[in-house]
Nanobody
């Protein structure tokens, strides 16, 4: 499975960004996906997840601000991030929750989001 996350950048507080994650090497339609992030000096955390049939879940700190979605025709999962806060600064990764739970996830480089105050 190959995962390519992009869309990060530098944005002022209150701004927005849209992250994309292109997935290949697996039948995308049937897999759950998620976005994770790791801030400097912090452990990686689950930000949002989406099931194969579109059910979503969010960490409390991003509820109402972030939206995860997927386009099965493009094998892509998105994270729309609005009302960004400096606390959202982190490297963002996409991955399969099942791989993370099994400890077999490959994380790659992710995409850096920096929110200035």
């Amino acid at each position: 499975v190959q995962l390519q996350a992009c869309g990060g950048g530098l944005v002022q507080a209150g701004g927005c960004l849209r992250l994309s994650c292109a997935v290949s090497g697996i039948f995308f339609t049937i897999i759950d996906m998620a976005w994770y992030r790791q801030a400097p000096g912090m452990q990686r955390e689950l930000v949002a997840s989406i099931t194969s049939d579109g059910g979503t879940n969010y960490v409390d700190s991003v509820k109402g601000r972030f939206t995860i979605s997927r386009d099965n025709a493009k094998n892509t999962v998105y994270l729309q991030m609005n009302s960004l806060e400096p606390e959202d600064t982190a490297v963002y990764y996409c991955n399969r929750p099942i791989s993370v739970r099994r400890g077999s996830a490959y994380w790659g480089q992710g995409t850096l989001v920096t929110v200035s105050s």
